[in-house]
C-alpha cells in the first residue's frame, strides 16, 4: 500500500519539479511561454480547402437538400400563420389537456396568451414552425439510430462517440458548416436542430428497448410471436415511456438549437429578436421577448413529459369509437367554431395592433432608476470579483496584486510569507498521509501565483496526462495529452486557457455553492421544495435568455458571462447534492447514529465521504453545462476558444471557427472522462456499484 | 389429489443427453448433435476446465400426459436453463428434445412459433407481464399474436380469467395489482391457447409464504380440471412434496436423481440429497405402502389399512397393534404388514428398495 503510494508521490514530485523548470527558464525559452506561430500547424487552413473542395464539386447536392427542405417548413410556416391565433392556442390547450390535465392547459393558454398580446405572435409561430418540422425528422432519424444500435453491437460502437461528438462540440460551431453547404436560410436552423436533437431520441431508444426485462421478452416469444411481432408488440410499446422521453429531450434540444441558430439572422422567429434587443441593450423588450422563449419551452416539456409519464399511456379496452377519439373530435369542433368565430370577430383572428401591450418604457424606466441608484454597490460587486476572483486566477498573483488593485505592491516579503504558507501546509498534510492533498496544494499554490495564463503550456499538458494517468489509466493520460497537443499545435492555446479560466471560475463556485444548497435541501424540505421549481425552470430555459437580466444590469464583459455561466450550470450541482446524500443507504446512517456521531461529523465523516461519488457526476454535469453557456455567453463578449468560434461563425471562416470548436469539444470530453473515472474509481474503493 | 405415475404410461416431453454450455466456444467439446457421450463426469469436468461454464450437464428425462414433473436444485443448479431447452427458448448445445415423439430440435423457425402459440405456455418467475396491456389484453396477447379477431380473443381471456378467479380486474394495468394477482395473469396468460405442456419456472418464489399456499392449491385446483403435462421449477421442497408427480434434483447442471418425492426421502442417492429431505416431516409423507413388508403369515386377524394412508394417521394402531396392520392395495390384495418395526427401519432409510418399488 505504502509503496504504491509512494510512487505515486514521486510521479507528482516530478511534475512540479518540471513545472518549476519550465518556469524558470520561460524567461530565457520564450517558446515554453507561447507557442512560436512558426510551428502552428495550419490545420484551419486545410480545413477551409477541404470545405471548399466540397463545396465547389457537391455543394449542388446539398443546395438541393436545402432546397427540398425548405418546401415542409414554408408550407408549417405559412399554414400557422394563416390559422387565426384563437384556433391554434385551442388546439395547443386540448393537447396539453390530454397530456396532462387542466392545469397544464390553463397555463399553455395564458402563455399562448402572452405572446398574443405582447405582440410577439408572428415571432413565435415562425419558431414553432421549424420546431414542428425538425422534431419529427429527429424522432425519426433518432429511434432508426436507436434501433440499429440496439440490434447491432458494432453499430452502437460507431453510433455512440458519433453523439458524445455531436453533444459535446459548442453549439454554435455547428451552425458553421451547415451554413457553408446549405447556404445562408432557415435550413441551417432546421438541419443544425436535428442534428443537435437526435441523439438523445438515440439514448432513450437504446436505454428503453434494453431495458425491457428478459422475461417479457422469453413471454412474448412462448405466445409464439415472430420476430416483427416481438419488436412491434412486445419491445416497442413496453419501452415506450423511455423513447417517449427521448422525444421529449429531443423535442427540448430541437427548441435550444433552434433559438441559437437564429443568431445567422433571416428568419424572423424569436430568437432573432431576443437578439437583436440584447444587441440594442434594450433590457424591456428583450426581456419580454425572452420571456416568450420561456413559456414556449415550458409548455412544451410539460406537453412532452406529460405524454411520456401519463398513467393511462396505454389506453385500451371495450370504449365506444366517440370515448376513444373524444379529445380529437373535440380539438376538430373546437377548431372549425373558432375558425368560423374569428371570420366575424376580427380579433380572435388577428390581435389588433391597439390592443397589444407593450410594458418594456416602464421596464427600462425602472431599470436605468435601479442602475443609477445603486451604482456604488453594482460597481462595487464587479470590482471586488475582478480583482480578487477572476485576474488573479487569470494572471496570478504576482501580476494581479498592485497598489491599484489589492492596495499594496507584492514585495520579496509577501512572497516568502506565500511560499512558506503554502509549503508549511504541504508538510502539514504530507506528514499527516494525505500526500494527494499535499500534492493538490502545491500546484494550486503555483497555479495561483503565476496565473492560469502565466504557465507554461508544456507544464499544464503535463499536470493534464499524469491527472489523467492517476485517475483513469495510461488511456486517458494519452488521450489527454493529445487533445491538449492539438490545442497547442493549432495556435489556440492562449484561447483555451481563457475559456478554462472562465469557466473554471464559474464551475468552482456552481460547484461549491451548488453542493452547499443541495446538501440543505437534502436536510430540509421546505428548501428542497422551494429550490426544485427553481432548476426545473432553469434547466428547460433556452441559453439565451439566462443572459438578460445580467447583462442589463452589469453590462457586456467577463463578469456578466461569469455569472449567466454560474446562474445555468449550478442546477446540477444542487440536483446531484441533493439527490447524492439523500440516496445513502438507511444502515450506513443508521449505524454511525448508533456510534455516536454528531451531526457535523456525520455531515463531514460520513455522508460527504459517501456521497460524493454521486456529487462528482455532479461536477461532471456542471462543467459540461458551464461548458454550453460559455459557448453562448461569447455573445457578451469573452475572449477565450468560444469568441473565436463566434467570430468563425459571423466571418464564415470555416476552418478558424471549427477548430476552436473541436478545441472547445476536446476540454468538454477531457473534463467529462476525468471526473466520470474519478467517480467510478471512488465507487469500487466505497464498494458501491456504480450507478 | 395425486395422480399415481403408473397409468399415465404415454410419454408427452422427453429430454435426452440435453448439454448447455456457455463460453468462447461451447461446440467443441461435441461431435455430434446427439449429447450421448462415454464419460458425462470427464466430459463436464473437461468443459469446465476450459473456462465454459455448464449450465446443463447430459440432462434426461421424460414427463407423461397428465404428468406434474418438478425439477429442483439450489440456486444456479440449470432449473432455469433446462426448462427454456425444453421450451427452445435456449438453444441446446446438443442433445434431443422430443414432443410428443417429434425432435423439436429440428423444428424451422415458423414451426416452433406454431408450437408455442398451440401446444406450450409458459409462466415466469417474476411474471414478464406486459406493462403496457391492461389484465385483459395481457392475456389476450397469445391470441391477438395469432391474429385472432378481438371479440373471440376476449370471449377466450375471460373464460381464463374465470378459471384464476380475476373476474373485475380486467381493466388493471399489472403495476396496480398485488403480486399473486399479477402471477395469476402469468397463469392465466399461459392456458389462454389451451397448452398441452405447461412451464413452471419457480411461479410462485416471488410471492410471501401464504400467498404461496394458497396458489399452490389453485395450481392443483386447475390441473384437476385440465390436466396438463408439466414442468415445474421449484427451489422449495415444501413445494414440490405438495405437487409433484415425479421429481429431479439437480446439481451443477446434472440430474442427481429422479423418483417419487417419497423415493428421495426414503432412499436419497446421497448426501445433497439427503440435504433437502432431511427436514421433512416424514409423517406427512409416508404412506402405508412405504413401509408394508410382504410376509407369509397369516394376516386376517390383524387391523386393515388402505395402502395410500399417511403413516400419521396410523401411528395410534400401530402402537397399540404389537403385529402391526395389514396394508390392502386397491385392488383387494393384501400387500403386506406395517409394523412399528417396519416403520423404523424406513425411517432408518435402510428401507429396502423393494418395499418402495412395490
Ligand atoms: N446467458 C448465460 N450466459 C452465461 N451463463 C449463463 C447464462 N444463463 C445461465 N448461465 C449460467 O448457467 C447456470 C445455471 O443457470 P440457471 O439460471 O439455469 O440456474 P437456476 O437453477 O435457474 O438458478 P435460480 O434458482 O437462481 O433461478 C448458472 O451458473 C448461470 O450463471
Ligand atoms: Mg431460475
Same mark, same amino acid.
Given at each position: 500500500?505504502?509503496?504504491?503510494?509512494?510512487?505515486?508521490?514521486?510521479?507528482?514530485?516530478?511534475?512540479?519539479?518540471?513545472?518549476?523548470?519550465?518556469?524558470?527558464?520561460?524567461?530565457?525559452?520564450?517558446?515554453?511561454?507561447?507557442?512560436?506561430?512558426?510551428?502552428?500547424?495550419?490545420?484551419?487552413?486545410?480545413?477551409?480547402?477541404?470545405?471548399?473542395?466540397?463545396?465547389?464539386?457537391?455543394?449542388?447536392?446539398?443546395?438541393?437538400? +436545402?432546397?427540398?427542405?425548405?418546401?415542409?417548413?414554408?408550407?408549417?410556416?405559412?399554414?400557422?400563420?394563416?390559422?387565426?391565433?384563437?384556433?391554434?392556442?385551442?388546439?395547443?390547450?386540448?393537447?396539453?389537456?390530454?397530456?396532462?390535465?387542466?392545469?397544464?392547459?390553463?397555463?399553455?393558454?395564458?402563455?399562448?396568451?402572452?405572446?398574443?398580446?405582447?405582440?410577439?405572435?408572428?415571432?413565435?409561430?415562425?419558431?414553432?414552425?421549424?420546431?414542428?418540422?425538425?422534431?419529427?425528422?429527429?424522432?425519426?432519424?433518432?429511434?432508426?439510430?436507436?434501433?440499429?444500435?440496439?440490434?447491432?453491437?458494432?453499430?452502437?460502437?460507431?453510433?455512440?462517440?458519433?453523439?458524445?461528438?455531436?453533444?459535446?462540440?459548442?453549439?454554435?460551431?455547428?451552425?458553421?458548416?451547415?451554413?457553408?453547404?446549405?447556404?445562408?436560410?432557415?435550413?441551417?436552423?432546421?438541419?443544425?436542430?436535428?442534428?443537435?436533437?437526435?441523439?438523445?431520441?438515440?439514448?432513450?431508444? *437504446?436505454?428503453?428497448?434494453?431495458?425491457?426485462?428478459?422475461?417479457?421478452?422469453?413471454?412474448?416469444? %412462448? !405466445?409464439?410471436?415472430?420476430?416483427?411481432?416481438?419488436?412491434?408488440?412486445?419491445?416497442?410499446?413496453?419501452? %415506450?415511456?423511455?423513447?417517449?422521453?427521448?422525444?421529449?429531450?429531443?423535442? %427540448?434540444?430541437?427548441?435550444?438549437?433552434?433559438?441559437?441558430?437564429?443568431?445567422?439572422?433571416?428568419?424572423?422567429?424569436?430568437?432573432?429578436?431576443?437578439?437583436?434587443?440584447?444587441?440594442?441593450?434594450?433590457?424591456?423588450?428583450?426581456?419580454?421577448?425572452?420571456?416568450?422563449?420561456?413559456?414556449?419551452?415550458?409548455?412544451?416539456?410539460?406537453?412532452?413529459?406529460?405524454?411520456?409519464?401519463?398513467?393511462?399511456?396505454?389506453?385500451?379496452?371495450?370504449?365506444?369509437?366517440?370515448?376513444?377519439?373524444?379529445?380529437?373530435?373535440?380539438?376538430?369542433?373546437? !377548431?372549425?367554431?373558432?375558425?368560423?368565430?374569428?371570420?366575424?370577430?376580427?380579433?380572435?383572428?388577428?390581435?389588433?395592433?391597439?390592443?397589444?401591450?407593450?410594458?418594456?418604457?416602464?421596464?427600462?424606466?425602472?431599470?436605468?432608476?435601479?442602475?443609477?441608484?445603486?451604482?456604488?454597490?453594482?460597481?462595487?460587486?464587479?470590482?471586488?470579483?475582478?480583482?480578487?476572483?477572476?485576474?488573479?486566477?487569470?494572471?496570478?498573483?504576482?501580476?494581479?496584486?498592485?497598489?491599484?488593485?489589492?492596495?499594496?505592491?507584492?514585495?520579496?516579503?509577501?512572497?516568502?510569507?506565500?511560499?512558506?504558507?503554502?509549503?508549511?501546509?504541504?508538510?502539514?498534510?504530507?506528514?499527516?498521509?494525505?500526500?494527494?492533498?499535499?500534492? +493538490?496544494?502545491?500546484?494550486?499554490?503555483?497555479?495561483?501565483?503565476?496565473?492560469?495564463?502565466? %504557465?507554461?503550456?508544456?507544464?499544464?499538458?503535463?499536470?493534464?496526462?499524469?491527472?489523467?494517468?492517476?485517475?483513469?489509466?495510461?488511456?486517458?493520460?494519452?488521450?489527454?495529452?493529445?487533445?491538449?497537443?492539438?490545442?497547442?499545435?493549432?495556435?489556440?492555446?492562449?484561447?483555451?486557457?481563457?475559456?478554462?479560466?472562465?469557466?473554471?471560475?464559474?464551475?468552482?463556485?456552481?460547484?461549491?455553492?451548488?453542493?452547499?444548497?443541495?446538501?440543505?435541501?437534502?436536510?430540509?424540505?421546505?428548501?428542497?421544495?422551494?429550490?426544485?421549481?427553481?432548476?426545473?425552470?432553469?434547466?428547460?430555459?433556452?441559453?439565451?435568455?439566462?443572459?438578460?437580466?445580467?447583462?442589463?444590469?452589469?453590462?457586456?464583459?467577463?463578469?456578466?458571462?461569469?455569472?449567466?455561466?454560474?446562474?445555468?450550470?449550478?442546477?446540477?450541482?444542487?440536483?446531484?447534492?441533493?439527490?447524492?446524500?439523500?440516496?445513502?443507504?438507511?444502515?450506513?446512517?443508521?449505524?454511525?447514529?448508533?456510534?455516536?456521531?454528531?451531526? !457535523?461529523?456525520?455531515?463531514?465523516?460520513?455522508?460527504?465521504?459517501?456521497?460524493?461519488?454521486?456529487?462528482?457526476?455532479?461536477?461532471?454535469?456542471?462543467?459540461?453545462?458551464?461548458?454550453?453557456?460559455?459557448?453562448?455567453?461569447?455573445?457578451?463578449?469573452?475572449?477565450?476558444?468560444?469568441?473565436?468560434?463566434?467570430?468563425?461563425?459571423?466571418?464564415?471562416?470555416?476552418?478558424?471557427?471549427?477548430?476552436?470548436?473541436?478545441?472547445?469539444?476536446?476540454?468538454?470530453?477531457?473534463?467529462?472522462?476525468?471526473?466520470?473515472?474519478? +467517480?467510478?474509481?471512488?465507487?469500487?474503493?466505497?464498494?458501491?456499484?456504480?450507478? | 389429489?395425486?395422480?399415481?405415475?403408473?397409468?399415465?404410461?404415454?410419454?408427452?416431453?422427453?429430454?435426452?443427453?440435453?448439454?448447455?454450455?456457455?463460453?468462447?466456444?461451447?461446440?467443441?467439446?461435441?461431435?455430434?448433435?446427439?449429447?450421448?457421450?462415454?464419460?458425462?463426469?470427464?466430459?463436464?469436468?473437461?468443459?469446465?476446465?476450459?473456462?465454459?461454464?455448464?449450465?446443463?450437464?447430459?440432462?434426461?428425462?421424460?414427463?407423461?400426459?397428465?404428468?406434474?414433473?418438478?425439477?429442483?436444485?439450489?440456486?444456479?443448479?440449470?432449473?432455469?436453463?433446462?426448462?427454456?431447452?425444453?421450451?427452445?427458448?435456449?438453444?441446446?448445445?446438443?442433445?434431443?428434445?422430443?414432443?410428443?415423439?417429434?425432435?423439436?430440435?429440428?423444428?424451422?423457425?415458423?414451426?416452433?412459433?406454431?408450437?408455442?402459440? =398451440?401446444?406450450?405456455?409458459?409462466?415466469?418467475?417474476?411474471?414478464?407481464?406486459?406493462?403496457?396491456?391492461?389484465?385483459?389484453?395481457?392475456? &389476450?396477447?397469445?391470441?391477438?399474436?395469432?391474429?385472432?379477431?378481438?371479440?373471440?380473443?376476449?370471449?377466450?381471456?375471460?373464460?381464463? *380469467?374465470?378459471?384464476?378467479?380475476?373476474?373485475?380486474?380486467?381493466?388493471?394495468?399489472?403495476?396496480?395489482?398485488?403480486?399473486?394477482?399479477?402471477?395469476?395473469?402469468?397463469?392465466?396468460?399461459?392456458?389462454?391457447?389451451?397448452?398441452?405442456?405447461?412451464?413452471?419456472?419457480?411461479?410462485?418464489?416471488?410471492?410471501?409464504?401464504?400467498?404461496?399456499?394458497?396458489?399452490?392449491?389453485?395450481?392443483?385446483?386447475?390441473?384437476?380440471?385440465? =390436466?396438463?403435462?408439466?414442468?415445474?421449477?421449484? =427451489?422449495?421442497?415444501?413445494?414440490?412434496?405438495?405437487?409433484?408427480?415425479?421429481?429431479?434434483?439437480?446439481?451443477?447442471?446434472?440430474?442427481?436423481?429422479?423418483?417419487?418425492?417419497?423415493?428421495?426421502?426414503?432412499?436419497?442417492?446421497?448426501?445433497?440429497?439427503?440435504?433437502?429431505?432431511?427436514?421433512?416431516?416424514?409423517? !406427512?409423507?409416508?404412506?402405508?405402502?412405504?413401509?408394508?413388508?410382504?410376509?407369509?403369515?397369516?394376516?386376517?386377524?390383524?387391523?386393515?389399512?388402505?395402502?395410500? &394412508?399417511?403413516?400419521?394417521?396410523?401411528?395410534?394402531?400401530?402402537?397399540?397393534?404389537?403385529?402391526?396392520?395389514?396394508?390392502?392395495?386397491?385392488?383387494?390384495?393384501?400387500?403386506?404388514?406395517?409394523?412399528?418395526?417396519?416403520?423404523?427401519?424406513?425411517?432408518?432409510?435402510?428401507?429396502?428398495?423393494?418395499?418402495?418399488?412395490?
Amino acid at each position: 500500500m505504502t509503496g504504491t503510494f509512494d510512487r505515486h508521490f514521486f510521479h507528482w514530485i516530478g511534475v512540479v519539479g518540471v513545472t518549476v523548470l519550465c518556469l524558470w527558464l520561460q524567461g530565457d525559452w520564450k517558446w515554453l511561454s507561447e507557442y512560436p506561430g512558426d510551428w502552428v500547424v495550419p490545420v484551419s487552413d486545410w480545413l477551409n480547402a477541404i470545405m471548399d473542395w466540397i463545396v465547389k464539386y457537391s455543394g449542388w447536392f446539398f443546395l438541393g437538400v +436545402s432546397w427540398v427542405l425548405e418546401w415542409p417548413i414554408d408550407a408549417v410556416r405559412v399554414v400557422l400563420n394563416a390559422l387565426p391565433w384563437s384556433v391554434t392556442t385551442f388546439v395547443v390547450c386540448v393537447v396539453a389537456y390530454a397530456a396532462s390535465g387542466w392545469k397544464l392547459s390553463l397555463f399553455a393558454f395564458l402563455s399562448m396568451l402572452y405572446m398574443v398580446v405582447i405582440g410577439y405572435w408572428f415571432e413565435s409561430m415562425n419558431t414553432l414552425s421549424l420546431v414542428a418540422i425538425s422534431v419529427p425528422m429527429a424522432i425519426v432519424i433518432g429511434f432508426s439510430f436507436g434501433v440499429w444500435g440496439f440490434f447491432s453491437k458494432r453499430a452502437e460502437r460507431v453510433i455512440m462517440p458519433m453523439l458524445d461528438l455531436f453533444q459535446t462540440v459548442p453549439t454554435f460551431a455547428y451552425l458553421l458548416p451547415i451554413l457553408m453547404l446549405f447556404g445562408f436560410g432557415t435550413v441551417v436552423g432546421l438541419i443544425a436542430s436535428v442534428m443537435y436533437s437526435f441523439p438523445p431520441m438515440v439514448r432513450n431508444t *437504446i436505454v428503453g428497448l434494453r431495458g425491457v426485462s428478459p422475461e417479457v421478452i422469453e413471454s412474448g416469444l %412462448m !405466445s409464439g410471436a415472430t420476430q416483427r411481432q416481438l419488436f412491434w408488440q412486445v419491445r416497442v410499446p413496453s419501452s %415506450m415511456r423511455q423513447i417517449l422521453l427521448g422525444v421529449n429531450q429531443a423535442t %427540448m434540444a430541437s427548441l435550444s438549437m433552434v433559438i441559437i441558430a437564429s443568431i445567422i439572422g433571416g428568419t424572423e422567429d424569436i430568437g432573432w429578436e431576443v437578439l437583436t434587443q440584447i444587441r440594442k441593450a434594450q433590457f424591456g423588450e428583450s426581456l419580454l421577448a425572452g420571456l416568450v422563449i420561456a413559456l414556449m419551452a415550458m409548455v412544451i416539456d410539460r406537453i412532452t413529459a406529460g405524454l411520456a409519464t401519463r398513467s393511462d399511456n396505454y389506453e385500451t379496452g371495450e370504449k365506444t369509437f366517440i370515448q376513444r377519439y373524444r379529445l380529437w373530435i373535440i380539438a376538430a369542433i373546437g !377548431s372549425i367554431v373558432f375558425g368560423l368565430i374569428a371570420q366575424i370577430a376580427a380579433p380572435l383572428n388577428d390581435w389588433p395592433r391597439a390592443w397589444e401591450i407593450d410594458p418594456s418604457d416602464a421596464m427600462n424606466s425602472s431599470l436605468t432608476y435601479l442602475i443609477v441608484n445603486f451604482r456604488p454597490q453594482i460597481e462595487a460587486i464587479k470590482t471586488f470579483a475582478f480583482f480578487f476572483v477572476m485576474l488573479p486566477a487569470k494572471i496570478g498573483l504576482q501580476q494581479a496584486v498592485s497598489p491599484f488593485t489589492w492596495g499594496f505592491a507584492l514585495t520579496t516579503t509577501h512572497k516568502i510569507i506565500y511560499a512558506a504558507a503554502i509549503l508549511g501546509m504541504v508538510t502539514f498534510l504530507s506528514l499527516r498521509g494525505s500526500q494527494k492533498a499535499g500534492i +493538490s496544494v502545491l500546484i494550486s499554490g503555483i497555479v495561483i501565483y503565476f496565473g492560469l495564463a502565466g %504557465m507554461p503550456w508544456p507544464a499544464l499538458v503535463l499536470i493534464g496526462a499524469v491527472a489523467g494517468l492517476k485517475i483513469g489509466g495510461p488511456m486517458l493520460a494519452a488521450g489527454t495529452a493529445a487533445g491538449l497537443m492539438f490545442i497547442v499545435m493549432t495556435g489556440t492555446w492562449s484561447e483555451a486557457i481563457l475559456s478554462i479560466y472562465l469557466c473554471g471560475i464559474a464551475v468552482v463556485l456552481s460547484f461549491v455553492a451548488g453542493s452547499a444548497i443541495g446538501i440543505w435541501a437534502a436536510h430540509n424540505e421546505t428548501v428542497s421544495r422551494v429550490v426544485r421549481p427553481f432548476n426545473d425552470t432553469l434547466q428547460t430555459m433556452p441559453l439565451f435568455v439566462l443572459l438578460i437580466p445580467f447583462v442589463m444590469i452589469f453590462k457586456i464583459g467577463e463578469f456578466t458571462a461569469l455569472l449567466a455561466i454560474i446562474a445555468y450550470a449550478i442546477v446540477p450541482a444542487i440536483r446531484y447534492g441533493e439527490h447524492g446524500l439523500r440516496s445513502l443507504p438507511d444502515t450506513v446512517i443508521e449505524a454511525a447514529t448508533m456510534i455516536g456521531a454528531t451531526r !457535523s461529523q456525520m455531515l463531514w465523516q460520513v455522508k460527504i465521504p459517501l456521497a460524493l461519488p454521486v456529487m462528482m457526476l455532479g461536477l461532471n454535469q456542471t462543467i459540461m453545462y458551464g461548458i454550453a453557456m460559455l459557448v453562448i455567453a461569447a455573445l457578451v463578449g469573452t475572449n477565450g476558444l468560444e469568441q473565436i468560434v463566434y467570430i468563425g461563425l459571423s466571418d464564415g471562416d470555416f476552418g478558424v471557427g471549427i477548430v476552436a470548436g473541436i478545441g472547445m469539444a476536446i476540454i468538454a470530453i477531457i473534463a467529462d472522462r476525468m471526473t466520470n473515472a474519478w +467517480s467510478r474509481k471512488r465507487q469500487q474503493e466505497l464498494g458501491l456499484s456504480p450507478s | 389429489m395425486k395422480t399415481s405415475t403408473g397409468d399415465l404410461n404415454t410419454v408427452k416431453l422427453s429430454c435426452r443427453n440435453v448439454w448447455k454450455v456457455y463460453g468462447q466456444q461451447p461446440d467443441q467439446f461435441f461431435n455430434s448433435a446427439e449429447g450421448k457421450v462415454e464419460n458425462a463426469a470427464a466430459l463436464s469436468s473437461r468443459i469446465l476446465n476450459n473456462d465454459h461454464i455448464l449450465a446443463n450437464a447430459d440432462v434426461s428425462f421424460d414427463v407423461h400426459v397428465g404428468e406434474i414433473f418438478v425439477i429442483m436444485g439450489l440456486s444456479g443448479s440449470g432449473k432455469s436453463t433446462i426448462v427454456r431447452c425444453l421450451s427452445r427458448l435456449v438453444e441446446p448445445t446438443a442433445g434431443e428434445i422430443l414432443l410428443d415423439g417429434e425432435d423439436l430440435l429440428k423444428k424451422t423457425d415458423a414451426e416452433l412459433i406454431d408450437i408455442r402459440r =398451440h401446444k406450450m405456455g409458459m409462466v415466469f418467475q417474476s411474471f414478464g407481464l406486459m406493462p403496457h396491456l391492461n389484465v385483459i389484453d395481457n392475456i &389476450a396477447f397469445p391470441l391477438k399474436i395469432q391474429g385472432i379477431a378481438e371479440a373471440d380473443r376476449y370471449a377466450q381471456a375471460s373464460r381464463v *380469467i374465470e378459471l384464476v378467479g380475476l373476474q373485475g380486474r380486467e381493466n388493471n394495468y399489472p403495476r396496480e395489482l398485488s403480486g399473486g394477482q399479477q402471477q395469476r395473469v402469468g397463469i392465466a396468460r399461459s392456458l389462454a391457447v389451451e397448452p398441452d405442456v405447461w412451464f413452471l419456472d419457480e411461479p410462485f418464489s416471488a410471492l410471501d409464504p401464504l400467498i404461496r399456499k394458497q396458489m399452490q392449491d389453485e395450481f392443483l385446483r386447475i390441473q384437476s380440471k385440465l =390436466h396438463k403435462s408439466i414442468v415445474f421449477i421449484t =427451489h422449495d421442497f415444501q413445494e414440490a412434496l405438495r405437487i409433484a408427480d415425479r421429481m429431479a434434483i439437480m446439481r451443477d447442471g446434472a440430474i442427481v436423481q429422479i423418483g417419487r418425492p417419497v423415493d428421495l426421502i426414503l432412499s436419497p442417492a446421497d448426501d445433497y440429497i439427503r440435504e433437502f429431505t432431511q427436514d421433512v416431516p416424514w409423517e !406427512s409423507i409416508l404412506r402405508a405402502a412405504d413401509i408394508a413388508k410382504p410376509t407369509r403369515k397369516k394376516t386376517a386377524n390383524l387391523p386393515v389399512v388402505n395402502e395410500d &394412508a399417511l403413516v400419521e394417521t396410523l401411528l395410534s394402531q400401530l402402537a397399540s397393534s404389537a403385529d402391526g396392520v395389514a396394508v390392502k392395495a386397491a385392488d383387494g390384495s393384501i400387500l403386506g404388514v406395517a409394523s412399528a418395526q417396519s416403520l423404523a427401519a424406513a425411517l432408518a432409510s435402510g428401507v429396502s428398495s423393494t418395499a418402495v418399488d412395490e
